[in-house]
């Protein structure tokens, strides 16, 4: 059987879908019983995530124009190379060449109206839509997102292919010389962690708020790592009107790659992961993975955290995000926590899925 798979995402910077499609395919690519078609353009990106393997290919994209993708490249990929199924990220081609499987992660914008702008709502309703209507598989992540899609879209066979942790977040590393090489680098010694993209619905604001309020600033830095998404008035209007001293302490980097993220997450004294709403939310169980104390929202997806409920806060509410960041600065991690993640979440459980559904056509 031959399955290509939407690599474009690895031409951009490192976010969910690219972790998701990464983990999955390291192990779908065991099973020597399936070839893989990896398409992006940047080759040479997916070429060192993947390896060279008897049955791994790749193919470069023409144009890195998303429609051109959709309509050009992909259904003459697709036929050029007699592909069965195609593996594609939210939205599928409207030139159907083979059998699609989609993967939504979520459809938070139809939950939560107020952190998305209108034009986003009403064209991914229709296209997001559309393409799990077109997809002989569909997928998503968690069991939150799986509700929230069949009761929006009225598609009731949805198969749930957990996020996991990339294996190197379990690795051993020195914690002091990470600290000296972020110290060089960075200027960064004592520091909590936000590792997600900018929108309104991450909820900077309110951790800014309760970092300054408590004034965190006398002994820690704030560091904000994720591309800017959706602007936030009210965290840029507060930013604004901070001392230049507190804003020496609030750090924001952008365009980080996977080896100055993981640098970043392994030298923090916390990670924080305060969004409002979310379809899953790796970077708070990479945190743990990693052994850094990592709090984070217990709502939607994330209440499913069950490993760590000790760790999850109401977003809402400032008191309570101070009482669970007080209570992990002032603790030992659990270490227990890390082997009930690993359990619960890993890729051979997600690529099975795949695979599972693969065989039944």
């Known amino acids: 059987m031959n399955i290509l798979v939407d690599c474009h995402v690895f031409d951009g910077s490192f976010q969910g879908t690219t972790t998701y499609l990464k983990g999955i395919y390291l192990e779908m690519i065991k099973d020597k019983k399936f070839n893989f078609f990896f398409a992006a353009n940047t080759i040479e990106i997916v070429k060192n995530i993947f390896g060279e393997h008897d049955n791994v290919y790749y193919l470069k994209y023409k144009s890195n124009n998303k429609f051109y993708r959709l309509l050009i490249d992909i259904p003459k990929l697709i036929k050029q190379n007699k592909i069965d199924y195609a593996h594609f990220q939210y939205i599928v081609p409207p030139i159907k060449k ?52 069949q009761k929006h879209f009225k598609i009731q066979e949805i198969e749930i292919t957990p996020n996991a942790v990339d294996p190197v977040y379990f690795e051993p590393y020195n914690k002091s010389e990470i600290k000296k090489q972020l110290e060089d680098q960075y200027k960064l010694n004592k520091y909590w962690i936000y590792v997600s993209r900018w929108e309104p619905r991450k909820n900077h604001f309110t951790l800014l708020e309760v970092f300054v309020e408590n004034k965190f600033y006398n002994d820690f830095s704030l560091v904000f790592v994720g591309d800017k998404a959706i602007k936030n008035k009210k965290y840029n209007d507060y930013y604004a009107n901070l001392s230049q001293d507190i804003k020496l302490k609030i750090i924001t980097l952008n365009k980080v790659d996977f080896q100055q993220l993981l640098l970043l997450l392994r030298g923090a004294d916390l990670a924080v992961y305060p969004s409002f709403a979310e379809g899953f ?3 708070p169980i990479e945190a743990i993975a990693a ?28 008191q309570d995000i101070l009482r669970v960041i007080n209570k992990a600065l002032s603790e030992e991690i659990n270490l227990s926590n890390i082997e009930k993640l690993v359990a619960k979440y890993n890729w051979k459980i997600a690529a099975s899925v795949i695979k599972d559904r693969l065989k039944m056509f």
Not at 111 to 136: I, V
Not at 295 to 318: L, W
């Open 98 to 149: 083979c059998n699609y499987i989609v993967t939504i992660h979520d459809i938070l914008f139809l939950d939560f109206p107020q952190y998305f702008p209108l034009s986003y709502r009403f064209k991914n309703k229709l296209l997001f839509k559309w393409s799990a209507k077109r997809s002989e598989i569909v997928l998503t992540v968690s069991e939150f997102s799986k509700k929230q899609i």
């Open 281 to 283: 939310g790796i970077p």
């Open 291 to 318: 052994k850094i104390p990592s709090v984070f929202s217990n709502t939607t997806a994330m209440a499913d955290f069950d490993f760590s409920k000790e760790n999850g806060f109401n977003p809402y509410d400032k």
